[in-house]
Structure formats: structure tokens, C-alpha cells
């Protein structure tokens, strides 16, 4: 009974920082997989970050490499996105993402992701 909650989402002009949260229950597996998605009206879902639940290690899409940074709490029941140096194209829902599949499986293809939490909408203003 997996459940994840997004928040930390809002409105910033070009260039601002947000740090998204990912509560998460119900997901026991020590290795994993945890990432954000995002999704942009008229857009196809794009994967932003993923990492290994046990291990941290990271991915990245080649867009928010060197801007966002994927982490997780001591207890792996937190999962966040700092996103440094926001652009207006970082418009979207951001939701975060679980997978019963390790992260060099999964990558960023949302297929691999079965449990979804409800997205928090970020907005960037030029």
C-alpha cells in the first residue's frame, strides 16, 4: 500500500530555487528506485531525476543536469528535488515516483514506475 505525497511546489520568477518533498509510506524495498517526473500541458511525462532507494545513486535528464540535485533522508522515507536555477521551461506538474525495479533498470522511462503520488505544480515566470 505504497503512498507518496508531493509538496514543496509553488511559483518563482527565472533563475529562483524550490525544493521539492516526497513523503512516502508503505514502500519497504532497501534497494529501489525513487524519481520525479514532470509533465507540461500539451507535453509528453519527462523523467527528471531517479535514485537507488538503498545506494543513492543518482540519474539525471541531460535538461536539469548541473540545476536540480535528487536526495533522500537517513530513513529513505523522504525523497526530495532542489531545483536551482529555474527556467520557465521547468513549468510542470512535478510527481514523484516509485519502482519495484533498481534504478539502472527503471532509469527515467515512468513504465518502470509503479506507484505515483499526486504531483505539485511548479511554475516558472520569466
Known amino acids: 500500500q505504497v503512498q507518496l505525497v508531493e509538496s514543496g511546489g509553488g511559483s518563482v520568477q527565472a533563475g529562483g530555487s524550490l525544493r521539492l518533498s516526497c513523503a512516502a509510506s508503505g514502500y519497504t524495498y532497501d534497494t529501489g528506485c525513487m524519481g520525479w517526473f514532470r509533465q507540461a500541458p500539451g507535453k509528453e511525462r519527462e523523467g527528471v531525476a531517479a535514485?537507488?532507494?538503498?545506494?543513492?545513486?543518482?540519474y539525471y535528464a541531460d535538461s536539469v543536469k548541473g540545476r536540480f540535485t535528487i536526495s533522500q533522508d537517513n530513513a529513505k522515507n523522504t525523497l526530495y528535488l532542489q531545483m536551482n536555477s529555474l527556467k520557465p521551461e521547468d513549468t510542470a506538474m512535478y510527481y514523484c515516483?516509485?519502482?519495484?525495479?533498481?534504478?539502472?533498470?527503471?532509469?527515467?522511462?515512468?513504465?518502470?514506475?509503479?506507484?505515483w503520488g499526486q504531483g505539485t505544480q511548479v511554475t516558472v515566470s520569466s
Open positions: 515516483a516509485a519502482a519495484r525495479y533498481y534504478c539502472y533498470t527503471a532509469r527515467l522511462r515512468g513504465a518502470y514506475f509503479g506507484y
Open positions: 535514485i537507488t532507494t538503498g545506494g543513492g545513486t543518482t
